[in-house]
């Protein structure tokens, strides 16, 4: 196989893992490969002057946009911790726009992929970016099909990372890819990470935000269930808390928060299933009965379904270690 040329675009104020993770993997990589069918990483720019990104780390591109001029075979757009709050720069927005005559695959990590819709490249097509911002990103680029649970989505010739280390994930799929999942597997080993994550995003972001108005009768029905987490709540039971008709809890409850009771209670009882698996060594079974869900089988159902985990290794993930 050839060499693959790589380009990473950077900016000022760019998240540092976003660079570095996807680099490293490809890095990492070239020490199984041959000389012939190694990676070759640049960093493009606006300019060549130092940047600083956002945890203080100064870069300096390799190319300008007007430099790389050529083709590449990979070229993927860093973020930035938030997402950019217009269009980039034009010379910027110029050069993204023609990634699909310049490179073979091209796509983003992180809020990249704002830069990606501001150039028109994400209508209609499936992407993924930071749960945090994945909402942002489909208000912004209503075309879009955002998956805001997924940790990489590759789309024809378009992929797309989440947030921060996720660039590590696409990094490793990519190699995978081109050089097997042996090859992705021994980078993986070397960088102390896996192959492939277990489940999706949700994982790592909190299910439950706070209402808009927490005098609200919503709000007064949310607090009620998270208070009361394993009872069983109906949405006649709801109702009489708020002091409405069922038929009507059932509207406001969905023009307030953009979910289904339902949905709500099932959520809350995923987060307070996720606070105990964390902060405890309780068994499943009453892990299962204190958040309502009644078994261990249906809580591991709901977890597999939401968060592409089962208890059990969400536990043995994010299990808080108290030190001594």
């Excluded at 217009?86 to 983003?108: H, T």
């Excluded at 996720?166 to 999942?181: E, K, N």
């Excluded at 609200?216 to 998270?226: E, F, G, T, W």
Aim: aromatic share 6%; with cysteine; glycine share 8%.
């Amino acid at each position: 196989m050839p060499v693959q040329a790589v380009a990473i675009v950077v900016c000022e104020g760019v998240q540092a893992l976003d660079v570095a993770g996807p680099m490293d993997v490809f890095s990492e990589a070239n020490t199984f490969l041959g000389s012939a069918d190694r990676y070759e990483t640049v960093l493009v720019a606006a300019h060549r002057n130092p940047l600083r990104a956002s945890n203080g780390i100064r870069m300096v591109a390799d190319l300008t946009f007007d430099e790389a001029a050529g083709g590449f075979d990979i070229v993927l757009v860093a973020g930035t911790p938030t997402p950019p709050e217009a269009e980039p720069e034009p010379c910027l927005l110029q050069w993204v726009k023609e990634l699909p005559w310049r490179s073979s695959l091209y796509g983003s990590i992180c809020t990249g992929a704002f830069v990606l819709g501001y150039a028109g490249l994400l209508d209609d097509r499936r992407v993924t970016t930071h749960w945090q911002d994945a909402q942002a990103l489909a208000a912004r680029f209503p075309r879009a099909k955002v998956e805001p649970d997924l940790i990489y989505v590759r789309d024809g010739r378009l992929i797309t990372a989440a947030g921060v280390t996720a660039g590590i994930d696409l990094g490793l799929a990519l190699v995978g890819q081109r050089h097997g999942a042996e090859t992705a597997l021994k980078v993986a080993k070397r960088l102390v990470v896996v192959a492939q994550r277990q489940g999706g995003q949700s994982q790592f972001s909190p299910y439950l935000t706070a209402p808009a108005d927490p005098e609200a009768p919503i709000a007064r029905i949310q607090d009620h269930v998270m208070a009361k987490i394993a009872d069983r709540h109906t949405l006649e039971s709801l109702a009489a808390v708020a002091g409405m008709s069922p038929r009507n809890l059932a509207r406001h409850f969905v023009q307030a928060t953009g979910i289904t009771p339902h949905e709500f209670i099932e959520r809350a009882r995923v987060d307070a299933a996720r606070m105990m698996l964390e902060g405890s060594d309780r068994p499943l079974k009453a892990v299962a009965f204190d958040c309502g869900f009644g078994s261990a089988d249906r809580m591991r159902i709901v977890f597999s379904a939401r968060l592409g985990v089962t208890p059990l290794q969400y536990r043995n993930s994010f299990r808080r270690v108290e030190s001594e």
